[in-house]
């Protein structure tokens, strides 16, 4: 069994417009409280154990009694905060992971959520255009891709349009792909996304001139309205008019640019993310075992050089994916240190120290080299799969 989610764009009535947004703002409160607990009782005693989601729930009955409006909350929801922050501290302590310390929840974030468990049957398709959500009852979705299986959890969202979202996640049956007893290796790069041991190219994927152009077009349009708001508040004040503008939400060219800003980086972000998902399906279709380098996507985005052209690439997400597709699908993904994969020749083993001397630009475009001891011609991008896949299949023997 592996645990599946499909999102489905919800269409609330007014009513249940008002219970979700209740639900935001439980669920932000009762984090910010815990959080703001825990920072607290550090301030206080330094060497105080983590309370973890067990005690956190204990003292939820507490804050639900000092604040009773948070019964108005769907419960199950302020119990997954609980969980929630749990989850953040403990990959904030894992110096692996290297996670921030978790932050505070603003109301002012336009993109709000709440996740709600499968307790008694509360959570349920109906027909195809309802689903029974908890607190809100049948709710109306448009027709899309619905999974079979035992529902675990929903979580409700809305986005800076906007737009109502059930992200709902299921137990299924684990389906596998047709083995093709194939291993490859992937070097992950800023010119081509992926490129695999066996000589295979994936090139990043261009948002084409178009929605960048209007992506800088609203941007500035958003910026020079957002300055026209502040003076025009500044006036204001100063002349003491009878109604004066106190809020950005009183100028609607600038919210026009704000929602449209947010729907063109939506839509470039869409196209992103299915361009990987096309990319990791088709991987993990073709391989059995699949090796990468483990980047550490964090640092390297401190280099403000590249982080860019790194945080266009999604490392992260690429990797992501290729995790759990391989956990459905019954694939292997080995996760190997990509020290010196680029340096060390595929075919003697030898690593090239004349790259020691070499700038970080120097370095960065050499894409072909020559080995100094066996006298191989190498692709630095394919040099790297080859020794990723090689490294890789060593963690078997």
Known sequence: MVLKAFILRLYPNKTQRNQIHVNFGCARFVWNQMLNMHIERYKNNKKAKFQGRYSMDVMLKALKIEYPWLKQAESTSLQRVNRDLDDAFQRFFNPDLQNGFPRFKSKKNTNQSYTSKFVNNNIRIVDEHHIKLPKLGLVYFKAGRILNG???????????????????????????????????????????????????????????????????????????????????????????????????????????????????????????????????????????????????????????????????????????????????????????????????????????HGFDSLSQSEWLAAREWDCPNCHAHLDRDVNAAKNILAKGLETLA
């Open 150 to 352: 035992k529902i675990r959890a929903v979580t409700v969202r809305v986005n800076s349009r906007k737009q109502y979202q059930a992200s709902i996640l299921v137990e299924s049956e684990n389906q596998t792909f047709k083995k093709t007893k194939k291993s490859v290796g992937i070097d992950l790069g800023l010119k081509s996304l992926t490129v695999t041991s066996d000589g295979q190219k994936e090139d990043i994927l261009k948002v084409d001139d178009r929605l960048n152009k209007q992506l800088r077009i609203w941007e500035r349009k958003k910026s020079r309205r957002y300055e026209n708001a502040k003076k025009a508040m500044a006036f204001d004040e100063h002349d003491k008019v009878l109604f004066p503008r106190t809020d950005l939400k009183q100028f609607p060219r600038y919210q026009q640019a704000v929602r449209t800003v947010a729907k063109l980086k939506k839509h470039i972000a869409e196209r992103r993310r299915d361009n990987l998902h096309k990319l990791t399906t088709r991987l993990v279709k073709d391989y059995d075992t699949i090796a990468v380098e483990n980047l550490s996507v964090k640092n390297m985005m401190k280099n403000h050089h590249l982080s860019a052209s790194i945080a266009n690439a999604s490392w992260g997400t690429l990797i992501s994916q290729l995790k759990y597709k391989c956990a459905w699908y019954g694939k292997r993904l080995i996760i190997i240190d990509p020290k010196n994969t680029s340096r060390i020749c595929h075919e003697c083993k030898q690593k090239n």
